[in-house]
């Protein structure tokens, strides 16, 4: 659907798969004015189409759009269309246990005209595609890299919004990380540069002696709805949980303590994945003998079971897809 400042949103429409025209000085291309989304729809064994948590994104995608100054999308409209949309052409579900379609809610500034304020028209689009298994062969533990160089976010700025710009900003790190072997970059905070903040599009957790220690939200992170799901099955399973601050030397300390049982990170990719090894300036730490933990296995078991439909979702959290 479309927008501009005298109608608000308008002609909400499904159209098959196609380039867009958009102006040259359209400000999305010069100022960035642009957000996103990212969920999964499933074909679960019972032949329904689930969501996960849907309202979560569609509300998340209004923050963003609040800090990105671009006008708010109706949240229940935003999540029918998306229904619409997969039942449009639900042919394209895969059906087997592993994949999945993956949505792509986004917003774009549409105004052509060079000049730094907001634009007064937008576009509201959505996309799909199916997506294969993260993990071909099972669950598996990566290794990240420690970035001691380069900051993704800092408070103040819009590295809690779904924009586009972190993701640009972050491109340098990533291939240095490649270079060191890693799959992706561990942040650290950008003023005292000892506080962990989140991995490249994943948040972090980290079993120290048993308690599960996440970074709080603090405005520079992106807050997870694989995040708050994790924090709340990890309470509903009595595993004492903390979200506060968390520096880099706990948790090396902790590490040469014995006390860093396991660590992994979350989101809609992976769900969860277990974290092998860390380097950070020139060292490897390898976390719990390089293997996936007890608890991260049992997470990413009982949240995808909950996705699938093959675990109780005591919690509300899947949404079947069905005509309305
Ligand atoms: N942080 C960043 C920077 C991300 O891009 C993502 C993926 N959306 C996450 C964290 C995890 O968020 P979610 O669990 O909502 O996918």
Excluded: C
């Excluded at 060292?283 to 996705?307: A, H």
């Amino acid at each position: 659907m479309d927008y501009d400042a005298a109608t608000g949103w308008y002609n909400p429409r499904v159209v098959p798969y196609q380039p867009i025209s958009l102006d040259p000085a359209a400000k999305v291309f010069h100022y960035g004015q642009t957000i996103f989304e990212g969920l999964k729809a499933y074909l679960t064994d019972d032949g329904k189409i689930r969501l996960f948590r849907p309202e979560q994104n569609m509300a998340r995608l209004n923050r963003s759009n609040a800090r990105l100054s671009i006008p708010a999308v109706d949240e229940e409209l935003a999540i029918e269309a998306l229904k619409q949309l997969i039942l449009t052409d639900s042919d394209w579900i895969p059906s087997d246990a592993e994949t999945s379609l993956y949505v792509r809610p986004f917003v774009i500034a549409t105004e052509a005209q060079l000049g730094v304020n907001a634009s007064t028209q937008y576009m509201f689009m959505i996309i799909m595609s199916p997506v294969g298994s993260y993990y071909a062969e099972g669950i598996h533990p990566v290794k990240i890299h420690v970035e001691s160089h380069y900051v993704r976010a800092v408070r103040g700025g819009v590295g809690n919004a779904k924009t586009a710009g972190n993701y640009a900003a972050s491109l340098k790190a990533q291939e240095e990380a490649y270079a060191h072997g890693a799959s992706q970059v561990l942040w650290l905070d950008g003023v005292h540069r000892k506080y962990i903040e989140e991995v490249g599009s994943m948040n972090v957790f980290f079993n120290i002696d048993g308690t599960v220690v996440t970074p709080a939200l603090n405005g520079s992170i992106l807050d997870g709805i694989t995040r708050d799901s994790i924090i709340r099955l990890l309470k509903h399973m009595n595993v004492p949980v903390e979200e506060r601050q968390l520096s880099i030397d706990e948790v090396v300390t902790a590490h040469q303590e014995g006390r860093l049982v396991e660590a992994f990170g979350t989101g809609t990719a992976a769900v969860i994945s277990p974290i092998g090894e860390l380097t950070w300036e020139g060292t490897r730490y390898v976390i719990n003998g390089g293997n996936t933990g007890e608890l991260s296995q049992k997470l990413y078991d009982t949240l995808t079971g909950i996705q699938r439909g093959t675990v109780e979702d005591s919690f509300g959290w899947s949404v079947v897809v069905e005509p309305s």
